[in-house]
C-alpha cells in the first residue's frame, strides 16, 4: 500500500475521528487517503483556527486531536497553536507536508525548517524517512502526546515519502496505568497535612483529568478542608460547595489571598509553573508550606519550591489519602468559613447593576444565569478573563476554558466550535473580546458551514482593553490601544450568521436566552464599560482589610 495510506490507516487504529486544517499540495497524498477513510476531513480558514480547533478536542476528550498543513508558511502557522496545546497540557498532534526530500524539485522554495522550529514547542517532533516507521511514529506520537504532562506533537511527511509502497504493519493501541506513592509516601504527605492548623486545598489545571474531580471531592467531604482554584482548575470540584473560597484570577492582592495568607499548608493539586502562579511562596522561616500533588515532581521555581512532592496518579493518591487521614481537633478553618460567605457578598456587588454599557461582572452574571451547569463557555484572552475567572461559579469541570499558561488572543472562537462538536447536547457560548475576535474571525464561516449552534459574544470597548487596564495600573498615559472595529453585525450576516446589537442589560438578557436556544451561530455585539478595572483590581483590592 502507499505510505500515505498506511498513516491514516495508523491514525485510525489511534481513534481519530477529525482533522482539522488546511491541505497544500504537498498533502495531496495523504488528502486523497484520508477521503477514502473513516475520518472527517475539517477544513479552517486559517491553519491557527485548526490548531487551536484539534488542541481543545484534546482537553475536552484527552484523546489526541490532530491537524494539518502544508509546508512553510502554513506549517509556521500552526506555532502558535503548537504553544497553546504544550503548555495548556492538551494532546495534539501536527502533520505537515514538506518537498520531496529524496531529489528537489524546486531548490528551496518555501522550505524552512519545520522540525528544527517545532522541538521547542513540542514534546516530539521529527519528519518521516521512510514510510515503512510511520506506524511507530505515529504510536509513539499519540503515547508521548497523552502521556502526563499531555502536549503537542509533530510528523513531518514529505510528499515522495507519502508515495511511498510499504508494507501494512500497525501497532496495536495498549492501555498503560499509571504508577501512584507508595504507602510511606502517602503516610508523609498525611502528616504534613494532620500537622498544619490551617491546611487549605488548592485545585489546578493538572486536576483536571477523569477520575480526579470525584476524588477530590469526597476528599473534601471528609475532612472538611477549605479549597479554591487557579483558572484552569476551575469545575474540578463544584465551586457552589460551601467549602469553596473562589478562584485565584490574580497572583496576590485579591479576596482569595486572605486565606493564603492565613494557611499553613497549602495541599497543592496539579498546579505547575506553567500555569500563572495563584500566589508566590516566600523562602523564609514559618512561611506558609506547600505540599505538591501531581503526575510529576515540581520543578524549583523562584515562585515556587514545594516542601514534599506526592507524585503519580492524582486521583488514586487522593484516595489513599482520603483513607488514611484523620480530622483533627486543632485543624482552624473558622477564618476561611467566614471568608467564603464574605467573597460571595464581595464578587456579587456588581450582578444588578443595569448600567449600559455592560460592566463585565454583570455580562458575567447574565451568562451564568442563562446556561445550565453542563454548558460551556469558552473565553480568548483579554481583561474579561479576570472577572469570568472570579464571578463565573463552575459546577463541572471543563466547562469554562480559559486558557492561563500561554494566554493567546484569537483561541475563544475556533475553541468554542470544537466545544460544541465534541459536545453537541451542550449549549456552547465563545466570549472574546473585539480583539482577540478580529485574530480569528474568518472562522464563523467554518462554523456556519459545519452547521453549529454557537453563540459567539464580542465584549466590544473599541480597544485593547487588558493592555490598557495594564497602563493605567502602571501610571502610563492612555497610548496607542484604541482601534475602530467593523459593524459586526452586519460582519456576521455577511458569513450567514445571525448578529445582534443589544442597548441595554435586560435586552441582552433577552437575546442570550433567544441565541443559545436557537439553531445556527448567532454573534452578539456586547458594548462593554471597563471603567471599573482599575479602581478595583488596582486600588480597591490592593487597600482590602483581611480582618473578618
Same mark, same amino acid.
Given at each position: *500500500? ?6 491514516? /490507516? ?7 475521528e ?12 495523504? %488528502?486523497?487517503?484520508?477521503r ?11 491553519? +491557527? ?10 482537553r475536552? #476528550?484527552?484523546?489526541?486531536?490532530? $491537524? ?6 502554513g ?10 496545546? +504544550?503548555?495548556?497540557?492538551m494532546?495534539?498532534?501536527?502533520? @505537515? ?6 531529489k528537489?524539485? +524546486?531548490?528551496?522554495?518555501q522550505?524552512? !525548517?519545520?522540525v ?9 517532533? &521529527? ?73 487549605l486545598? %488548592? ?12 476524588? %477530590? ?5 471528609? @475532612? ?5 482554584? #487557579? ?26 489571598? $486572605? ?13 505547575d ?15 506558609? &508550606? ?5 503526575f510529576?515532581?515540581?520543578?524549583v ?7 514534599? !512532592? ?28 467566614? %471568608? ?6 464581595r ?14 461582572? /454583570? ?30 461559579? $463552575? ?7 480559559l ?35 478580529? *485574530? ?5 464561516e467554518?462554523?456556519v ?22 497602563? @493605567? ?13 467593523? !459593524? ?9 450568521? @445571525?448578529?445582534?446589537?443589544? +442597548? ?45
Open positions: *500500500m502507499k505510505a500515505s495510506d498506511l498513516f491514516v /490507516k495508523a491514525l485510525e487504529n489511534e481513534g481519530v477529525y482533522i482539522f486544517g488546511i491541505p497544500g499540495e504537498e498533502n495531496l497524498d495523504f %488528502l486523497e487517503s484520508l477514502k477513510s473513516n475520518i472527517k476531513l475539517i477544513l479552517t480558514r486559517h491553519e +491557527q483556527g485548526a490548531g487551536f480547533m484539534a488542541a481543545t478536542y484534546g475536552l #476528550t484527552g484523546k489526541v486531536g490532530v $491537524c494539518i498543513s502544508t509546508l512553510g508558511p506549517a509556521t502557522n500552526f506555532a502558535t497553536a503548537a504553544a497553546y496545546a +504544550q503548555l495548556g497540557g494532546p495534539m498532534m501536527m502533520i @505537515t507536508g514538506q518537498k520531496p526530500i529524496k528537489s524539485k +524546486q531548490g528551496r522554495f522550505i524552512v !525548517d519545520i528544527g522550529m517545532m522541538k521547542p514547542m513540542t514534546k516530539y517532533a &521529527k519528519q518521516v524517512v521512510n514510510g515503512n516507521n510511520i506506524p511507530s511514529m505515529v504510536r509513539e506520537a499519540f503515547k508521548i502526546a497523552t502521556t502526563e504532562r499531555p502536549g503537542a506533537v509533530h510528523i513531518e511527511l514529505p510528499e515522495d515519502i507519502a508515495e511511498e509502497e510499504v508494507e501494512e504493519n500497525i501497532y496495536p493501541v495498549r492501555p498503560y496505568k499509571r504508577p501512584y506513592a507508595d504507602k510511606t509516601a502517602i503516610l508523609d504527605a498525611v502528616k504534613m497535612i494532620e500537622k498544619a492548623e490551617r491546611p486545598l %488548592l485545585i489546578a489545571a493538572g486536576a483536571n483529568r477523569t477520575r480526579i474531580g470525584d476524588a %477530590l471531592t469526597n476528599f473534601v467531604n471528609e @475532612t472538611g478542608i477549605p479549597f479554591f482554584s #487557579t483558572q484552569m482548575g476551575k469545575g474540578v470540584i463544584d465551586e457552589n460547595h460551601k467549602l469553596c473560597l473562589s478562584t485565584a484570577a490574580l497572583s496576590a492582592d485579591d479576596f482569595i489571598h $486572605c486565606a493564603i495568607e492565613r494557611a499553613d499548608l497549602i495541599i497543592n493539586v496539579g498546579h509553573v506553567i500555569e500563572k502562579p495563584p500566589f508566590f511562596m516566600e523562602n523564609e522561616e514559618g512561611s506558609t &508550606k506547600v505540599l505538591h500533588v501531581n510529576f515532581p515540581s520543578e521555581d523562584d515562585t515556587y519550591f514545594p516542601q514534599l !512532592d506526592l507524585i503519580g496518579d492524582i486521583a488514586k493518591n487522593v484516595e489513599q489519602m482520603t483513607n488514611a487521614i484523620s480530622k483533627q481537633e486543632h485543624w482552624d478553618f473558622d477564618y476561611y468559613i467566614r %471568608l467564603a460567605d464574605e467573597i460571595r457578598t464578587l456579587s456587588k456588581y450582578f444588578g447593576d443595569t448600567r449600559f454599557p455592560i460592566l463585565p461582572q /454583570k455580562a458575567v452574571r447574565t451568562i451564568r444565569q442563562t446556561l445550565d451547569d453542563k454548558d460551556i463557555v469558552t473565553l480568548d484572552n483579554g481583561v474579561y478573563k479576570i472577572w469570568f475567572a472570579r464571578n463565573y461559579r $463552575c459546577a463541572q469541570p471543563n466547562t469554562l476554558l486558557d492561563n499558561a500561554l494566554a493567546t488572543m484569537g483561541a475563544g472562537l475556533p475553541s468554542g466550535m470544537a466545544a460544541k462538536m465534541v459536545n453537541p447536547d451542550s449549549k456552547v457560548v465563545a466570549v472574546c473580546g473585539d480583539g482577540g475576535f478580529m *485574530m480569528n474571525s474568518q472562522e464563523m467554518t462554523a458551514r459545519l452547521g453549529l449552534d454557537l453563540t459567539v459574544i464580542i465584549l466590544n470597548d473599541n480597544a485593547y482593553g487588558m493592555i490598557k487596564w495594564k497602563q @493605567t495600573g502602571m501610571g502610563f498615559d492612555t497610548y496607542g490601544l484604541d482601534l475602530d472595529n467593523p !459593524d459586526f453585525v452586519k460582519y456576521a450576516e455577511s458569513y450567514g450568521a @445571525t448578529g445582534h446589537r443589544p +442597548q441595554s442589560c435586560e435586552e441582552f438578557e433577552e437575546t442570550l436566552e433567544k441565541c443559545v436556544n436557537g439553531k445556527g451561530v448567532h454573534l452578539i455585539d456586547l458594548a462593554v464599560d471597563y471603567s471599573l478595572n482599575h479602581s478595583i483590581l488596582n486600588e480597591l483590592l490592593a487597600k482590602k482589610e483581611c480582618l473578618l
